[in-house]
């Protein structure tokens, strides 16, 4: 695992440092995935609209066959 220690920051080279870090080195810090809890959050926002919708298609067909008189 990559370690970035206070030493290691110099002023004239610390933006390099953190542009040269590598895809694998940037999963470590971030623990896998950045924002990962907001990905779930939205992911759950959808099924729930989903779910919304659907009920509402069917509520309103329920509506629709109330009125059909045959």
Do not use: C, P, W
């Not at 959808?46 to 509520?59: M, V, W």
């Amino acid at each position: 695992m990559s370690r970035i220690t206070i030493s290691d920051l110099h002023a004239d080279d610390s933006e390099g440092l953190l542009i040269d870090i590598s895809n694998i080195d940037y999963i470590s810090i971030y623990a896998g995935a950045d924002d990962d809890l907001a990905q779930m959050l939205n992911y759950g926002l959808k099924n729930l609209q989903f779910a919304l919708l659907a009920f509402t298609i069917h509520e309103v067909a329920d509506l629709a066959k109330s009125f059909n008189t045959q």
